[in-house]
């Protein structure tokens, strides 16, 4: 079964400064999703990305998709306080489910 | 549509009650999905449907959960005889013929078992 892993498990950043969470899989992507989870709440979804190289933004976030489709990547630049929360990729493979990361705890200091 | 809805938001029972959580899922998406999520961890998968057809079963799902989704709409998921080991967030998920437009998620229901 397709195994997630995410780095770091926390990070704790000062307001502004860039950031980036690692996010591999132990086998081929097909669709890779990022989440993000406040305390207690939801998930929101940020981005899908399914094609190798493929990389997408949404205001200070981007993510991107190795060209070998194993490990994606979410970078935040400028971080601010409301970046705070857990990130979560998931995949869903050859599978019609999704399996999950054990998420990055992000912490942003004013 | 105001997306996926799931009541009640929290649930404090004692153990050995039975609970049951509801989802309405958004009205066009036929597939559902169930997740339980504890503190520190990502969501495990539970179990999906398909319309009206539960497609899968996770191994998480013991002898005392059951779900049901009765008219391809909303789901509720039951469990009985509750433990302490049941304390999670239960999430539910619903998307339209899998993850090509994604998946949205509701803000999910905290089971607290005493």
């Given amino acids: 079964s397709q195994e997630l892993e995410q780095s770091p ?23 890779l999703y990022w989440y993000k989870q406040k305390y207690g709440e939801g998930l929101i979804f940020l981005m899908m990305l399914q094609k190798g190289g493929e990389e997408k933004s949404h205001e200070k976030i981007t993510a991107k998709l190795d060209e070998k489709k194993q490990q994606s990547s979410l970078h935040i630049t400028a971080s601010q306080p409301s970046h705070a929360g857990i990130y979560l990729c998931g995949a869903d493979g050859n599978t019609d489910k999704l399996i999950f990361g054990t998420g990055t705890r992000l912490q942003v200091f004013p | 549509d105001t997306g996926v809805s799931q009541n009640p938001r929290h649930k ?28 520190g961890q990502g969501p495990e998968f539970l179990t999906y449907f398909q319309n009206e057809a539960q497609l ?59």
Wanted: net charge positive; hydrophobic share 25%.
């Fill in chain 1, 9 to 31: 498990q926390s990070l704790i950043v000062q307001e502004g400064k860039n950031l980036t969470i690692n996010c591999t899989s132990s086998k081929t992507l097909y669709g």
């Fill in chain 2, 12 to 39: 404090i029972t004692k153990r050995g009650q039975n609970v049951t959580f509801r989802c309405d899922p958004i009205s066009e998406h036929n597939r559902l999905y169930w997740y339980r999520q504890t503190l």
């Fill in chain 2, 56 to 114: 899968e079963k996770s191994r998480l799902l013991s002898d005392r959960f059951s779900a049901e989704r009765p008219k391809g709409s909303f789901s509720t998921l039951e469990i009985q005889r509750t433990e302490q080991g049941d304390s999670a967030m239960y999430l539910c998920a619903s998307s339209l013929d899998g993850g090509f437009y994604g998946y949205t998620f509701g803000s999910g229901t905290r089971l607290t078992v005493v």
